[in-house]
Nanobody
Framework: QVQLVESGGGLVSAGDSLRLSCAASGRTFSTYAMGWFRQAPGKEREFVAAISMRGGITTCRGSVKGRFTISRDNAKNTLYMQMNSLKPEDTAVYYC????????????????????WGQGTQVTVSS
């Protein structure tokens, strides 16, 4: 069983920055591919960014490219997402997710590919 706990959300103004963190339990974090997803009110959950097990490969959705950066520290069992130049349309609950049987260098963008999810952290961006 893997437990994921997100933190770092909050209420900010457009143009501000936030850094989300996701702390993972267990001793095999470095073997998990990880991802961030978000769900805005009244919308389906959507992919935001993903990172390979060792952090060498990342991908993200087009609307956050150049503004959001996903990273990980395997020594600290922690996933991060630096979010800059935030926009009101980034308002959502942000979730981290872990895929426990992943291939080295692989990244995953579909919800169904992930095995464990955190409880989410709210990000609200005011205009």
């Amino acid at each position: 069983q893997v437990q994921l706990v997100e933190s770092g959300g909050g209420l900010v103004s457009a143009g501000d920055s936030l850094r989300l963190s996701c702390a993972a339990s267990g001793r095999t974090f470095s073997t998990y591919a990880m991802g961030w997803f978000r769900q805005a009110p009244g919308k389906e959950r959507e992919f935001v960014a993903a990172i390979s097990m060792r952090g060498g490969i990342t991908t993200c959705r087009g609307s956050v490219k150049g503004r959001f950066t996903i990273s990980r520290d395997n020594a600290k069992n922690t996933l991060y997402m630096q979010m800059n130049s935030l926009k009101p349309e980034d308002t959502a609950v942000y979730y981290c997710a872990a895929k426990v049987r992943s291939s080295p260098g692989a990244v995953y963008s579909r919800e169904t590919e992930y095995d464990y999810w955190g409880q989410g952290t709210q990000v609200t961006v005011s205009s």
